[in-house]
């Protein structure tokens, strides 16, 4: 597709489940970024993938998440054990130039 | 660290009037980029508006303008003849343009209705 397609739409789980959201980026983007929206707050900055170089993990609020980019597409962040506090909008971006990020529709997750 | 402020959670605006949304920031930083997204119920975050700060002159995009005020750190958007599509959430967001930390930092948004 021509955008940056997330999937699931939607998630609901149960407290203590692991959940694995994906993120297929803009063909050629080398630049991946999850962001997580909490109800009534802006965006805040999970991690980083650029090219081959490690990625910028300053952002996971705990080591329950943890994110991988396989061939330099696809991403999937993974949440373990999940909280209701993890309950949030999860929403992927990727970028050719840095400065120019296209932003998915996002992954809702409710823990239930 | 930089830090986004949008002092406004909620506005409203009679269709085909004008609605001016409030941003500030906070760095010390002297080359950086400023963005407004539109995020729609559909959720998807959509560029409106980008200024670079070496640049002195206001970024404008049909009906939607901004005014950059670098000194006072102050980064508003301007709706002209605001449209019932403009009903959303707008978010303000600061890049450093140095490179080495190349993410996004956003404001809190403010939900935009446009009535009829």
């Known amino acids: 597709g021509a955008g940056v397609s997330q999937s699931p739409s939607n998630k609901v789980t149960e407290k203590g489940k692991d959940v694995e959201l994906r993120c297929d980026p803009i063909s050629g983007h080398t630049a991946l970024y999850w962001y997580r929206q909490s109800l009534g707050q802006g965006l805040e900055f999970l991690i980083y993938?650029?090219?081959?170089?490690?990625?910028?993990k300053s952002g996971l609020p705990s080591d329950r998440f943890s994110a991988e980019r396989t061939g330099g597409s696809v991403s999937t962040l993974t949440i373990q054990r999940t909280q209701q506090e993890d309950s949030a909008v999860y929403l992927c971006?990727?970028?050719?130039?840095?400065?120019?990020?296209?932003f998915g529709s996002g992954t809702q997750l409710s823990v239930l | 660290a930089q830090t986004v402020t949008q002092s406004q959670p909620e506005m409203s605006v009679q269709e085909a009037e004008t609605v001016t949304l409030s941003c500030t920031y906070d760095?010390?930083?002297?080359?950086?980029?400023l963005f407004w997204y539109k995020q729609p119920p559909s959720r998807q975050m959509i560029l409106v508006i980008r200024?670079?700060?070496?640049?002195?002159q206001n970024a404008t995009e049909n009906r939607f303008s901004v005014n950059f005020q670098k000194a006072a750190k102050s980064f508003s958007l301007k709706i002209s003849d605001s449209q019932l599509g403009d009903t959303a959430m707008y978010f303000c967001a600061f890049l450093n343009g140095q490179g080495g930390s190349e993410k996004l930092v956003f404001g809190k948004g403010t939900k935009l209705t446009v009535n009829p």
């Open positions: 200024q670079e700060a070496y640049k002195q």
């Open positions: 760095t010390s930083e002297s080359n950086y980029y």
């Open positions: 971006a990727s970028s050719l130039y840095y400065e120019k990020l296209f």
């Open positions: 993938f650029q090219g081959n170089s490690a990625p910028d």
